[in-house]
């Protein structure tokens, strides 16, 4: 029997969705939607506007205004690139750093739930082809 990768794309979606919805109170408790949390999560491995638009696969609109939501709630600072003047670099507070690890926290132990219903080899088994997935295309 065939598997189909549509299919299989909307069970993955509808997997995350699940976790993150688990998670919503939580995120609510902590000062962050569930798309800001996203950025802070992200914004140290990408901390300059458009590189986290790339890397959350958002429009640089979107980032504005998440970037500025999170800025008045005092989880995120706007400096000056040293290197470049022009540019701006996005720097999480203690209270972001703070709110990121437990919003983290939390979305691992939800997701960690959905783990347990599988055997550790399956876990590993996923984890591989998760990353064989990610790779870009040849």
């Known amino acids: 029997m065939a598997v189909d990768g549509a299919q299989l794309w909307t069970l993955n979606h509808r997997l995350l969705s699940v976790v993150m919805d688990a998670c919503s109170a939580e995120l609510a408790e902590l000062g962050l939607e569930t798309k800001e949390f996203f950025v802070l999560a992200e914004a140290a491995a990408s901390p300059y506007p458009a590189e986290l638009a790339a890397a959350l696969m958002i429009p640089k609109a979107s980032v504005t205004v998440y970037v500025r939501n999170l ?8 400096e000056i690139d040293d290197e470049d003047l022009r540019r701006h670099r996005l720097t999480l507070t203690a209270e972001g750093e703070t709110a990121r690890d437990r919003a ?8 960690d739930r959905r783990l347990a219903k599988i055997t550790p ?5 996923l984890q591989r082809i998760l990353l064989e997935m990610l790779k870009s295309p040849d």
Do not use: I, P, Q
């Open 121 to 125: 080899r399956d876990r590993t088994e």
């Open 104 to 111: 983290l926290s939390a979305l691992a132990g939800e997701f």
């Open 71 to 78: 800025v008045a709630k005092g989880f995120m600072r706007r």
